[in-house]
């Protein structure tokens, strides 16, 4: 059993930062890739920003500049960074995981709770 856990969310002015975490747990052999997706009220599951196991990233062109994903792999824990926070970003804050869980399984896609991130003008 695998299970992401967030932390790091909550209320802040815009211009200001947020850190969220998302530490991995359980029965895990690989972490491949990490990613931050957000949904915010009435609009769809939009990808943030992702990190390769060899630290490639990819951001969405919405937070370029202003967020940045890192990895700490001792710690199975990705980490988005968030500076120069806009009310447009507001939104729930979701981790995910690519994880092969044994030497012999395939890949398997996980999901945290989610984290909610609010930013007031």
């Known amino acids: 059993q695998v299970s992401l856990r967030e932390s790091g969310g909550g209320l802040v002015q815009a211009g200001g930062s947020l850190r969220l975490s998302c530490a991995a747990s359980g029965s895990i052999f690989i972490i491949n890739d990490l990613g931050w997706y957000r949904q915010a009220p009435g609009k769809q599951r939009e990808l943030v920003a992702s990190?390769?196991?060899?630290?490639?990233?990819n951001y969405a062109d919405s937070v370029k500049g202003r967020f940045t994903i890192s990895r700490d792999n001792a710690k199975n824990t990705v980490y988005l960074q968030m500076n120069s926070l806009k009310p447009e970003d507001t939104a729930v804050y979701y981790c995910?995981?690519?994880?092969?869980?044994?030497?012999?399984?395939?890949?398997?896609?996980?999901w945290g709770q989610g984290t909610q991130v609010t930013v007031s003008s």
């Open positions: 995910s995981a690519d994880i092969i869980v044994d030497y012999d399984s395939d890949e398997y896609g996980f």
């Open positions: 990190i390769t196991s060899g630290g490639r990233t």
